[in-house]
């Protein structure tokens, strides 16, 4: 069951994921780079730039579990 996975110690990920998060990270900086570009400075965009540290964060996570 996933919930009984959740909180377990984890070694590093695989060699083998590694591309899978650097692509992850990738998508998130050109996100990020984008998000500085258009929006104007304020909350709204911080609020947007934790959005994406949180979606990278939980990528991240997805590709160290394994899946379900």
Wanted: glycine share 4%.
């Amino acid at each position: 069951m996933e919930d009984d996975r959740r909180f377990e110690f984890r070694e590093n990920s695989r060699v083998d994921n590694a591309d899978a998060h650097r692509a992850v990270r990738a998508s998130v900086t050109d996100a990020d780079a984008t998000f500085r570009t258009v929006c104007p400075a304020g909350r709204e965009l911080s609020i947007a730039r934790t959005k994406l540290e949180e979606a990278l964060f939980w990528a991240n996570a997805a590709i160290a579990r394994g899946g379900s």
